[in-house]
Structure formats: C-alpha cells, structure tokens
C-alpha cells in the first residue's frame, strides 16, 4: 500500500492475516461462495473446513475445488457439523432469511451475503434470532472493512470534511433481459436495488446516517422487477444522497462525501479496492491514497472475514462497524424505494 501524498490517515488492520482464525462452513457453494473461499485461502488464515449444498456432488466438487475437509448435501448437515464455528451464506437473496435461521437455532455465527435478507421485516427476523441465541450475525457488506473505508472513517470521525452535506453514489451495470434469471425473477427478489443498489444505499448510511425521507423515481422490467432507480435521501440534519443503480446501463461506480471543509471521493469501482482522494473547499487536492495490496475486485472479501474473527474473539455479538440495526435500516430504505416504484414480489406490493 503506498503512503498517502500529504498527511491523510492509514487504514487501520491493513492486514487480514492478522486476525485470529476460525472454522467457517460455506452454505450453498455458488459463484460469489467460490470467490470468497478464494479470497480467505489466498490472503487469510481463516479455515474453511466445510461446505453444504442441497446437491451432495456440487458440494463434494466444491470442496475437492477448494480443499475443504468436509462436504454435506444437506444444509442441516453443515450446521450441525461441531467443527465449524460460523457459517457464511451465499445463497438467493429469498433464501437469506431460512438458511440463516437454521444456522443460528444450530447456535452458530452466521455471515450473511447482502442484502442480509429480502425485506426490513426478514433482516430484523434474523437480528432478533441472533441476539436470542447469543451469536454474532453480520451482513456481508464487505465494502465497510476495506482499507479505504477505513479512512474516509477516520476522516468523518475527525471532523476533517467538516459536516456532511452531500453524499453520492452510483453502481450500475448492463444485463440482458432474461424473466428467468435470478437478477429479473420477482419471485427471487430480483431487480437492481437488492442485487447491486444496496451498496449505494449502504454508503449513504455510512457517511450520513438513516435518511428521514426517500424519494425514489425509475424504470421497471417486464417482469415487474426494478431496472433503473434514481433516489434522493434526506439526512436528519438536511444532508442529501444522491444515488443511482441500474441493470441496463454501465455507469462510472464512483462515491463521494462532500462537507462544509472538504470532500473525498471513493476511486472507481467504490464498493471493492480502490483509492481515495481528498480535497478542500475549493478542489485542491489535500492527498491521495491508493490500495496497491493486490487485492482487487471480490479478492476484498477477505477483510469481512478478518473483522468477523477478531469481533468474535473479542466476544461480541455485531459488528461496531455496521450494525445489525443498521442493516434492517438500510434494507428498510430499499423496501421504501421499491415500493415507491411500484416494484412486486411474489405478487404482493414490497413492504
């Protein structure tokens, strides 16, 4: 990592292979589950021992892909497994909320891909359930534990921005339509704002808070899933977001924090490695620092899972840094845009 060009803050726990190890089980080895076992395997030293599929030969090619001891064709298998201490999620957005259930009434932590669940009402279902059992529950918004948003912490911390006043945001992408996908099937809680939307929407609440109102304009697919969202949020002190998500256009995946003293702009993509540039009030540029760890795109999982391990071995039960009642808010930001966009699941209008 290089040294800033002025005298901006480090990112603190640069390195996950600081972080104590645990036993983590993988629950529907799918795409983004491949990706994350690559992640800790290369820069970790966290242990994946075991995979569950409801499919026993995906998860024993799985586990032979990966070198993990133990493979199950069921999920209650994995969660009943003594070996594993916490369990990561990485199955369909509607499946978040069962799956995770299971694993915490099996009195395991859980890990739990984003969005945490498919609607503000699921998420706190699952809040309320870990707190019960007295486990560590964590969305995996794995934006949140990347060095460079460790120092634009610092930096609101500080005061250096002075107050926030506008924060912006955009992911979007460009996917064919296809009803039978997972990303436009409403019956899977498809459409952009769950799927890539949630960064956005969660960047905001980190920079400015919940939002005390929601305005939300966009396109809907065919099949009733939202294709395009632009949505305007409105702090509690009068600071605006200005976000945008989409499947049918690629846009410039940038974030910024602007503040009566400065601004700092995210590097492009924001939600994974990248860089940060602060500037003052008058756009000249105060330092830049760039994320040269070689860790790029899902390769930044890995930093999740280190802050996973120390706050378990810390005897915490959330993460300080992104917690579990703010996950329910920020979900509830999205049940609120997609409901002002006419957005349907399962027949029935988001709640």
Request: hydrophobic letters at 45%.
């Amino acid at each position: 990592m290089t040294e800033p060009t002025t005298a901006l803050p480090l990112p603190r726990f640069p390195d996950p292979r600081d972080a104590p190890s645990l036993r983590w089980g993988i629950l529907a080895p799918g795409g983004i589950a491949n990706d994350f076992v690559g992640s800790l395997r290369a820069h970790t030293g966290q242990r994946v021992v075991a995979v569950g599929s409801r499919n026993a030969d995906r998860a024993a090619a799985f586990a032979a892909r990966h070198e993990i001891e133990r493979s199950y064709g069921s999920y209650e298998e994995l969660v009943a497994d003594p070996g594993v201490d916490v369990v990561y999620i990485a199955s369909p957005h509607t499946e978040h909320t069962p799956n995770a259930l299971l694993a915490i009434a099996a009195g395991k932590h859980v890990l739990i891909e984003k969005p945490m669940a498919a609607t503000a009402v699921e998420a706190q279902e699952i809040a309320d359930a870990a707190r019960a059992a007295g486990v560590f529950a964590m969305e995996a918004m794995w934006t949140r534990y990347l060095p460079q948003t460790d120092i634009a912490r610092q930096l609101l911390e500080a005061g250096t921005l002075g107050e926030v006043r506008v924060v912006t945001a955009d992911f979007g992408g460009a996917a064919e339509f296809d009803p039978a996908s997972r990303l436009f099937d409403p019956r899977l809680a498809g459409g952009a704002l769950l799927d890539i939307g949630v960064y956005p929407v969660s960047f905001a609440s980190f920079a400015m808070g919940a939002p005390a109102s929601v305005i939300a304009s966009g396109e809907l697919a065919p099949s009733g899933v939202d294709a395009q969202a632009a949505l305007i949020l409105t702090g509690p002190n009068g600071a605006q977001a200005l976000l945008s998500t989409g499947v049918i256009a690629r846009t410039p995946w940038t974030a910024s924090i602007s503040g009566t003293l400065g601004r700092i702009d995210i590097h492009s993509p924001f939600w994974c490695a990248s860089g940060v540039t602060v500037h003052d009030t008058e756009g000249h540029t105060i330092g830049t620092w760039l994320d040269e760890s070689g860790r790029p795109d899902r390769q930044g999982m890995c930093y999740q899972a280190a802050a996973l391990a120390r706050y378990v071995a810390a005897g915490l039960t959330e993460s300080p840094l992104h917690s579990l009642d703010e996950t329910v808010s920020i979900i509830a930001t999205i049940d609120e845009a997609r409901r002002q966009l006419g957005y349907e699941r399962l027949g029935q209008a988001a709640e």
